[in-house]
């Protein structure tokens, strides 16, 4: 009894300072009552990008915390960026946007959109000027479209072309004494590469150069395009002989207009406009022309790795996602849904759930898929079947392939640790996939018939989905990843365009004059999303301290997952 009270009062007191924690928290972060914003006649929209851009934010004001130092990691919802830009460009109070950055934290294929946004806001004949200290790749590349750009006089312009990297850990392994036992199917099939090799094989190097060159030659040809008078040729050169170490250089070569201090670039804003709005406080402002109507388009939103079971803002999970589409098929007010896809893939079940809600919510609703920076493998698996699919010149796609990773951790155990696990089983495989032990002939050739049943099953939707033989689906398949520009020309994709293109292709086969956008899955309560991600952040905090990013921990995340059957592409690529 005396154990039970003591055990009972111990979680009492957890829970208490759990609660009064998140109170502290929300005192802390959740804003006070808003002054009233009001824009200005003549003024300039100043966009900084100095939040990390996400599809979707959790809403969940733990999540912007950093457990390591408790310094706060904004974040800004990439919708939210476009519809504002969109805001700018039909307010006459707004008469130009001044972009002050270094550096994007934003996927390429969300800074395409961005760009196109910014091109559009150029077409009622407002101004976009460009000032930085510095500019990185992405940051150039977006700031290009300005009518004029400028560079601190000891600034540079980190014009460097495009690399992947992806990280081998066969040998880390070996001297673990780990064996990654793998069954896939698809030549191009990478993912399963950093298990089994310490290099590229010569399937993956083909399809990553045609991937990113294909990226590179979009890139500069849209700066070529932005920046009259210079080829694209010459900027080729221009990087390969890296010509803009200093801003002479980048003013002589016509990448740049002017070398100014901030101070000076400033006094020539003042001449084109007498006051200044930030994008955060013009986001505050109401939108005049935002709709009222009972019509409806849902946009979806899966973003991250698919799993079974729950997802949140940044993972997909099966269950979540199921929901969400029921609850939008089901709405008799919601006309048209667009899937907004942003992920490398994950479980091969779990796609195959929600591709089955998707198959049964076409049957009631017009259903449009806009891929963001990925909607390869299993992210491909669950759009291939919508009425339409748009992609960005940058979105990686395809990735049609299958694997199963099974772990051998038995000399890792006895050698390294010292620990011996014996089992009894009531049957021959009761074991099978604990990682106690290697997989016998048997077990593999069962896993392997299980891994080509379902591609058969993934190719078969492609093909019902797209309209194409299953023996084209297996020629562009096997796991080969593909811009959005090249899986237009072999048909994966219907249309190029951004998330805005999508919902305006919904509205019309739903045949919608006029509608308004609801988002889906609802974000969750704020306590509930508070007491996981505080579990989730205390499990990072030794990978943060050894300097292991939470990316690559998700990346090595899968080896343990409970679906053991996968469809996911092999890195995570990200452009700066």
């Given at each position: 009894m005396k154990n039970f009270l003591k055990s009972t009062f111990s979680r009492l007191l957890s829970l208490i300072l759990l609660v009064v924690l998140f109170l502290i928290l929300v005192a802390i972060l959740i804003p006070k009552a808003e002054q009233v914003i009001i824009v200005k006649d003549n003024s300039v929209l100043k966009i900084e990008f100095n939040d990390q851009i996400l599809d979707r934010t959790s809403g969940n004001p733990f999540d912007a915390i950093n457990i390591m130092d408790f310094s706060q990691e904004e974040s800004v919802e990439f919708?939210?960026?476009?519809?504002?830009?969109?805001?700018?460009?039909?307010?006459?109070?707004?008469?130009?946007?001044?972009?002050?950055?270094?550096?994007?934290?934003?996927?390429?294929?969300?800074?395409?959109?961005?760009?196109?946004?910014?091109?559009?806001?150029?077409?009622?004949?407002?101004?976009?000027?460009?000032?930085?200290?510095?500019?990185?790749?992405?940051?150039?590349?977006?700031?290009?479209?300005?009518?004029?750009?400028?560079?601190?006089?000891?600034?540079?312009?980190?014009?460097?072309?495009?690399?992947?990297?992806?990280?081998?850990?066969?040998?880390?392994?070996d001297k673990l004494g780990i064996e990654a036992q793998i069954i896939r199917h698809g030549k191009f099939k990478g993912a399963v590469e950093p298990f089994m090799y310490n290099q590229m094989s010569n399937e993956n190097r083909e399809q990553l150069e045609k991937f990113v060159n294909s990226l590179s030659d979009y890139m500069i040809g849209g700066i070529a395009t932005a920046r009259e008078g210079i080829s694209s040729e010459e900027i080729h050169i221009m990087i390969n002989n890296m010509d803009l170490s200093s801003s002479i250089k980048c003013l002589d070569r016509k990448i740049i207009d002017e070398i100014f201090y901030e101070d000076e670039f400033l006094s020539v804003l003042e001449d084109l406009s007498d006051n200044e709005i930030t994008l955060t406080d013009y986001m505050k402002v109401k939108n005049p022309k935002t709709s009222v109507s009972n019509n409806k388009i849902a946009i979806i939103y899966a973003t991250g790795a698919i799993n079974t079971g729950k997802g949140s803002y940044n993972t997909i999970g099966s269950e979540t996602t199921v929901e969400a589409i029921r609850e939008a098929s089901e709405d008799e007010n919601v006309k048209a849904i667009v899937l907004r896809v942003n992920s490398p893939g994950g479980s091969a079940l779990a796609s195959e759930i929600i591709w089955r809600e998707i198959n049964l919510a076409k049957q009631k609703k017009k259903i449009v898929v806009s891929m963001g920076d990925y909607a390869a493998s299993g992210g491909y698996y669950i759009a291939c079947n919508a009425d339409k699919i748009f992609a960005n010149n940058s979105t990686l796609t395809g990735s049609i392939g299958v694997f199963g990773i099974v772990p051998n951790n038995k000399k890792f155990l006895n050698e390294k640790l010292g620990i011996y696990i014996e089992t009894v089983n009531t049957h021959k495989h009761s074991d099978i996939g604990m990682g106690y032990r290697r997989l016998s002939d048997e077990e593999v050739s069962v896993i392997q018939n299980s891994v080509e049943d379902i591609y058969e099953t993934f190719i078969t939707h492609v093909s019902e989905g797209r309209g194409i033989t299953k023996q084209?689906?297996?020629?562009?398949?096997?796991?080969?990843?593909?811009?959005?520009?090249?899986?237009?020309?072999?048909?994966?994709?219907?249309e190029l365009g951004?998330?805005?293109?999508?919902?305006?292709?919904?509205?019309?086969?739903?045949?919608?004059?006029?509608?308004?956008?609801?988002?889906?899955?609802?974000?969750t309560d704020m306590l509930e999303e508070f007491i996981k991600s505080f579990s989730a952040k205390q499990?990072?905090?030794?990978?943060?301290?050894?300097?292991?990013?939470?990316?690559?921990?998700?990346?090595l995340e899968f080896l343990n997952s409970k679906d053991k059957i996968q469809a996911r592409i092999p890195f995570i690529m990200e452009v700066h």
């Open positions: 919708k939210d960026i476009l519809d504002n830009i969109e805001k700018a460009k039909n307010d006459d109070k707004i008469k130009g946007i001044y972009l002050n950055f270094s550096s994007v934290n934003a996927g390429f294929s969300q800074i395409e959109e961005i760009r196109n946004k910014l091109l559009e806001f150029k077409e009622n004949g407002k101004f976009i000027y460009s000032y930085a200290d510095s500019y990185n790749q992405a940051a150039y590349y977006l700031a290009s479209v300005s009518d004029k750009i400028a560079l601190n006089p000891e600034g540079i312009i980190e014009l460097n072309g495009l690399s992947i990297g992806v990280m081998f850990y066969k040998g880390l392994m084209q689906v297996d020629e562009i398949g096997q796991g080969r990843i593909w811009s959005g520009v090249d899986a237009l020309s072999i048909g994966l994709i219907d951004g998330l805005e293109a999508a919902i305006v292709s919904a509205a019309e086969l739903a045949e919608l004059e006029d509608y308004r956008i609801i988002t889906l899955p609802k974000k499990n990072i905090v030794l990978p943060e301290f050894l300097g292991i990013s939470e990316k690559t921990m998700n990346q």
